[in-house]
Nanobody, 123 residues
Framework: QVQLEESGGGLVQPGGSLTLSCAAS????????MRWFRQAPGKQRELVAA???????DYADSVKGRFIISRYDAKNTVYLQMNSLKPEDTAVYYC?????????????????WGQGTQVTVSS
């Protein structure tokens, strides 16, 4: 089992900034990719940003130029720096990690999710 825990959510005014963190723990062999999703009330969960071990990144069109995803691989942690926040960014943000965990034979794949952290952008 690999567990993820998000932190850093809260209330921020439009135009403000906020940074989310997500740390993975457990019998990790490797993490090959980490991603941030979000889900607003009445909306489907959507991909916000993703980063793989090669440094490649993907961003939703709605956040390009405003959000930055980064990883501290040595501590199995992913960050989401959010700038110029808009009310439309209000949602529960979830982190996701894909990789392999240790077993008594060979490493096996995992796909783990955090519990989510609330981000509210409002005056």
């Amino acid at each position: 089992q690999v567990q993820l825990e998000e932190s850093g959510g809260g209330l921020v005014q439009p135009g403000g900034s906020l940074t989310l963190s997500c740390a993975a723990s457990g019998s990790i062999f490797s993490i090959n990719g980490m991603r941030w999703f979000r889900q607003a009330p009445g909306k489907q969960r959507e991909l916000v940003a993703a980063r793989n071990n090669g440094g490649g990144t993907d961003y939703a069109d709605s956040v390009k130029g405003r959000f930055i995803i980064s990883r501290y691989d040595a501590k199995n942690t992913v960050y989401l720096q959010m700038n110029s926040l808009k009310p439309e960014d209000t949602a529960v943000y979830y982190c996701n990690a894909l990789g392999y965990y240790k077993t008594d034979s060979i490493p096996k794949m995992f796909d783990s999710w955090g519990q989510g952290t609330q981000v509210t952008v409002s005056s």
